[in-house]
Each structure stands twice: as C-alpha cells, then as structure tokens.
C-alpha cells in the first residue's frame, strides 16, 4: 500500500493505492480507493495564515484565544524534510486553526486566520 495526495480541479485528496505484484498472471482485485475530502475552513477571523509551501501540517503551536505578536510561530510545516514556521503576518489573536497535526497541505492553503 502506498499514500499519496491527488489534486483534482484544485482540491486535495489523500489516497491510498494498493500496488499490484509483478509478473502475476491473473489480475489482482481492484482495491477500492478512498479519497478524503480536506477540511472546511471557519475562517472565523479576517486575517488569513496561509501555507507558503506544500507538506504536511508537523505542529499547532498557537492555540484559538491566544495573542500573537507579528513574526510569531503559529503552525509548523513539514516539507522536504524541514520544518518551516508559519508565522504571523502581524499582531492578533488567533481567531480559527483550520488544520490539524498530520494534515497534508498544498502551497496557498488557509491553516489559520486572526482577528
């Protein structure tokens, strides 16, 4: 079984396939595929926290209620094995957290807003 994340008209959706064996003279049986549509954003707040990069959501630093100052980690990003901080883009409470720990994410995706 391998995972993978499909982009169909600009909507994510994990997949998982299962591989069939090599050399096999009779079809292996078709596995079903489920694909799981992303989260709907709250978007509570007017200032939207978007994703720079595709990857996978490594860690929620801020919590809903909690003020931030400009430049304060809100979530972290696993991509191509490093973790990038998604920061703030300027002072605010965090008003939605739109993402969960182990999410994958494309590049422009909402993660969280402020107000």
């Given at each position: ?5 499909i ?69 972290i990003?696993e ?37």
């Amino acid at each position: 079984m391998k995972e993978y994340t499909i982009t169909v008209n600009g909507v994510a959706y994990d997949v998982t396939v299962e591989e069939k064996e090599s050399g096999s003279a009779t079809p292996a049986p078709s596995t079903a595929v489920m694909a799981v549509p992303p989260k709907k954003s709250t978007g509570a707040g007017s200032i939207p926290i978007k994703s720079g990069t595709a990857g996978k959501v490594y860690k929620i630093v801020a919590s809903v209620g909690q003020g931030v100052k400009k430049g304060d980690a809100v979530i972290i990003i696993e991509a191509m094995k490093m973790e990038i901080s998604v920061v703030a883009p300027q002072d605010g409470v965090v008003a939605s957290i739109d993402c969960a720990a182990g999410d994958n994410i494309e590049s422009g995706a909402l993660l969280a807003t402020l107000k």
